[in-house]
């Protein structure tokens, strides 16, 4: 009878573990947190010519989007980048794993001319352990992968974490050319970056639960 006990206890805390591995890793995600246009937990970074921030014009859920655009028809024209990124501490993803990244996203305008707009994750090691810096990353346009002006779903499934990284950072750009009369924004809402549950090694863990807890009897 206490064996079984134990034995339960360790399937839960397999499930517990399983859980926990597929939670969002992004803080904030639908934007619905922050004061005006200052999203708790991004980073906003604009450029001369425009705005970058939380803008509750156009959200895909909630109140709330990230707006990114830059407009050359009000204002001189500039080559610059604007974006929103969420850098997350120490200990935010684990080397080696899978994640699935996923969001919604539009822009203003499909006339891409002298511009374009990207995704960008950064597989950073913060605490220097490994060297230190970017161990690895992913830059992806996002013109390539059929943005429109209706929000659409965008997933990238099983992005590895690289190597001796121990954090991210996640970018989303829009970057004008120096060309005049061009505007555009990019809108994006409900972020989410999710651990792949690997079923194989929660399996392995839980038979070594079992196993621990027989030869302890
Ligand atoms: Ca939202
Ligand atoms: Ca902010």
Redesign the pocket.
């Known amino acids: 009878m206490h064996t079984t006990k134990i034995t339960t206890i360790a399937a839960l805390s397999l499930f517990g573990i399983t859980a926990t591995a597929s939670a969002n890793v992004i803080i904030n995600g639908?934007?619905?947190a922050g004061s005006g246009a200052d999203a708790d937990n991004w980073g906003e970074l604009s450029g001369p010519a425009g705005f970058v921030g939380r803008s509750d014009a156009m959200?895909?859920?909630?109140?709330?989007?990230a707006y990114m655009a830059f407009d050359h028809v009000n204002n001189d024209p500039a080559g610059a980048a604007y974006f929103m990124e969420q850098n997350q501490p120490v200990g935010s993803i684990v080397a080696g794993e899978l994640y699935d990244l996923s969001f919604h996203a539009k822009v203003d305008s499909t006339d891409f001319i002298g511009m374009d707009t990207f995704v960008q994750s950064l597989w950073l090691d913060q605490d220097a352990s490994d060297g230190g810096g970017v161990r690895g990353e992913m830059l992806t346009s996002l013109i390539g992968l059929g943005i429109n002006d209706s929000y659409q779903q965008f997933t990238m499934n099983g992005l590895v974490a690289a190597d001796g990284a121990d954090s991210f950072l996640l970018r989303f750009q829009i970057s004008a050319g120096a060309v005049d009369n061009i505007a555009n924004g990019l809108s994006v809402?409900?972020v989410s970056l999710t651990q792949v549950p690997a079923p194989a090694s929660a399996l392995l863990l839980g038979l070594g639960g079992l196993s621990a807890t027989r030869r302890r009897r």
């Open positions: 639908g934007f619905e959200p895909n859920s909630g109140g709330w989007a809402d409900d």
